[in-house]
């Protein structure tokens, strides 16, 4: 089992950035492939991005393509999402996802999740 805490979330304006953290604890980190979901009030959790087990593959929607980038520090146990040029339509609760030796590319490939940090973008 692992453990999975994000932080980094809060109010910015539209424009600004932020950067998103998720440290594991448990089991080996570089086992999981990773990634981030989002879900907005009355909507799905959706995919956001994902980075499999090395770093060496990542894969981002379409919506947040060229201004999020995700990344990993296996040493560090730690995920993060760098958010820039932020827009009114990411603001969301970001949750942080974990696949034992897979991809987490859509939620049914999750095996973890974290508790979730809010991101509030002001227009």
């Known amino acids: 089992q692992v453990q999975l805490v994000e932080s980094g979330g809060g109010l910015v304006q539209a424009g600004g950035s932020l950067r998103l953290s998720c440290a594991a604890s448990?089991?080996?980190?570089?086992?999981?492939?990773m990634g981030w979901f989002r879900q907005a009030p009355g909507k799905e959790r959706e995919f956001v991005a994902a980075?499999?087990?090395?770093?060496?593959?990542?894969r981002h929607a379409e919506s947040v393509q060229g201004r999020f980038t995700i990344s990993r520090d296996n040493a560090k146990g730690t995920m993060y999402l760098q958010m820039n040029s932020l827009k009114s339509e990411d603001t969301a609760v970001y949750y942080c996802?974990?696949?034992?030796?897979?991809?987490?590319?859509?939620?049914?490939?999750?095996?973890?999740w974290g508790q979730g940090t809010q991101v509030t973008v002001s227009s």
């Open positions: 980075i499999s087990r090395t770093g060496g593959t990542t």
């Open positions: 448990g089991r080996t980190f570089s086992n999981y492939g």
């Open positions: 996802a974990a696949a034992w030796l897979s991809f987490p590319a859509s939620r049914g490939d999750v095996d973890y």
